[in-house]
T-cell receptor, first 121, second 111 residues
């Protein structure tokens, strides 16, 4: 299957600083990427949908000015957590959607990155 | 978006077959059913996807009845390494849908 990478895999930052997380589709082009957040022992929560060359669509309750998303190319999306606070500490996971032209018909398949553990002190 | 309901947790022993059922009563005509596996501190990993009847790959089988209101993920002869959270998701493949995760099923495989 297709591979999605994230960098860094973990990061510790001080309260009030900003941190950028990169998401790359390594062997395919992704017009759409997604950002999720997962707190301990909870499910993944969709934060935003990122389309290449356009503004991201944020889910209700997610502050777009705090979680800046840039999808400047077909293989890279970035999430910047601005003015991070301890409550932003979480596991951030990106995913990328690949268009698949199968014999049974075309479809989109979604692949997930390994996640980034953010700890804000 | 169709909501899914799964058991919160399941226990099994090594070598047994495990069947995890997911309910999705409001599934739409264009929706596919996809199962993901997630280990702690890792991103979800695609297991299997289906639309109707039965789908089988090298790791699992997916059974979908004719009304498509539920589906069952079958893991043959589980091992300790199959201990993980399993998510059932429903969505179309138009390129416009988003995957919404439910609570998932925590499968614990014991020796």
């Amino acid at each position: 299957g297709a591979v999605v990478s994230q960098h860094p895999s973990w990061v510790i930052c001080k309260s009030g600083t900003s941190v950028k997380i990169e998401c790359r589709s390594l062997d395919f082009q992704a017009t759409t990427m997604f950002w999720y957040r997962q707190f301990p022992k909870q499910s993944l929560m969709l934060m935003a949908t990122s389309n290449e060359g356009s503004k991201a669509t944020y889910e209700q309750g997610v502050e777009k000015d705090k979680f800046l998303i840039n999808h400047a190319s077909l293989t890279l999306s970035t999430l910047t957590v601005t003015s991070a606070h301890p409550e932003d500490s979480s596991f951030y996971i990106c995913s990328a959607r690949e268009y698949s032209d199968r014999a049974s018909g075309s479809s989109y398949e979604q692949y997930f990155g390994p996640g980034t553990r953010l700890t804000v002190t | 978006l169709a909501k899914t309901t799964q058991p919160i947790s399941m226990d099994s022993y090594e070598g047994q077959e495990v069947n995890i059922t997911c309910s999705h009563n409001n599934i739409a005509t264009n929706d596919y059913i996809t199962w993901y596996q997630q280990f702690p501190s890792q991103g979800p990993r695609f297991i299997i996807q289906g639309y109707k009847t039965k789908v089988t790959n090298e790791v699992a089988s997916l059974f979908i009845p004719a009304d498509r209101k539920s589906s069952t993920l079958s893991l043959p002869r589980v091992s300790l390494s199959d201990t993980a959270v399993y998510y059932c998701l429903v969505g179309d493949d138009s390129g416009y849908s988003t995957l919404t995760f439910g609570k998932g099923t925590m499968l614990l495989v014991s020796p």
